[in-house]
């Protein structure tokens, strides 16, 4: 079993930046692929950037350039930076990760751009 705490999450003025933080924790730990989703009202969860163990990484094209997704295994916690964040960009952050073969969801926190 794997727990997930996440933290970072908050409101934001169109252009600002925030830093997701999310924290894995569990016995026999096996950490394979760590990510973020996300979710806005009304529209499936989508994948936002994903980092494999080896830090091979794959970003949604809405953040490419924007975002920038990173782990510390020896912490097991993947961030995500979040730069000239737009008002598109509110949702519900997820964290997501693989632990043998078994995929992990955080509770969500809620990330608003708004001025």
């Known amino acids: 079993q794997v727990r997930l705490v996440e933290s970072g999450g908050g409101w934001v003025q169109p252009g600002g930046s925030l830093r997701l933080s999310c924290a894995a924790s569990?016995?026999?730990?096996?950490?394979?692929?760590m990510g973020w989703y996300r979710q806005s009202p009304g529209l499936q969860r989508e994948l936002v950037a994903s980092?494999?163990?080896?830090?091979?990484?794959n970003y949604a094209d809405s953040v490419k350039g924007r975002f920038t997704v990173s782990r510390d295994n020896a912490k097991i916690t993947v961030y995500l930076q979040m730069n000239s964040l737009k008002p598109e960009d509110t949702a519900v952050y997820y964290c997501?990760?693989?632990?043998?073969?078994?995929?992990?969801w955080g509770q969500g926190t809620q990330v608003t751009v708004s001025s």
């Open positions: 997501n990760v693989w632990s043998d073969l078994v995929g992990y």
């Open positions: 980092i494999s163990r080896g830090g091979t990484t």
């Open positions: 569990g016995s026999s730990l096996s950490i394979n692929t």
